[in-house]
């Protein structure tokens, strides 16, 4: 009776018996392939919120919407001080050192939100060389709504603007 269903299914044309292939092509990557980062665009900075890390959460906040320009180790130590000073925090603060070479200029600020989680997002990054001026546009974006002050730090070194202006600002 077995062998009768079989023989109608295989006339039937409802199903074929073929083998199935087994073999990879190339568009399946291999479990242990690298994961390739995606590019993110190159605005001429490098993330520098290390050297803020030991900036206690209500000095930030006492300093939230303020932009800084630092251009060199001295200056870095000044703007610790101040902090210090004005003695937001417990304890002085952690301090980190950046070599500022070749008119490397860190530039940064604190923005507050309430929500779960915050980041900046670049908007617009543009670079005047005849009025030797860097404007660097971004906007703060809060998830979630959680209870809690967030404040984000938005601290980079750009690269060859000793002379420039450099003004961030969020939208």
């Known amino acids: 009776m077995k062998l009768v269903w079989v023989g109608l299914l295989l006339l039937s ?5 073929e083998t199935i292939s087994t073999a990879t092509t190339d568009l399946v990557a291999s479990p242990n392939a ?6 993110t665009p190159d605005y001429g900075w490098t993330n520098a919120q290390y050297v803020m890390q030991g900036v206690c ?3 930030a906040a006492e300093l939230v919407d303020n ?3 630092i251009r060199s180790s001295a200056e870095l130590e ?6 210090d000073l004005r003695e937001y925090c417990s304890q002085p603060l952690k301090r980190e050192t950046y070599p500022f070479a070749d008119g490397d200029v860190l530039v940064g ?7 779960c989680t915050a980041d900046h997002t670049v908007q617009s990054v543009s670079r005047d060389d005849v009025n ?4 660097i546009q971004l906007q703060l974006v809060t998830e979630g709504d959680c209870p809690y002050e967030l404040i984000r730090p ?3 070194i750009v690269h060859n603007a000793g002379a420039y202006t450099v003004e961030v600002s969020v939208v």
């Open 78 to 83: 000044r703007f610790y001080s101040q902090i």
């Open 154 to 156: 938005f601290w980079v």
């Open 109 to 115: 600020l604190w923005s507050v939100s309430n929500g």
């Open 67 to 69: 932009v800084y320009t």
């Open 132 to 135: 030797r001026r860097i404007a």
């Open 13 to 17: 044309g409802c199903i074929r018996l």
């Open 34 to 39: 690298p994961i390739l980062a995606t590019p």
């Open 57 to 59: 959460f209500e000095a």
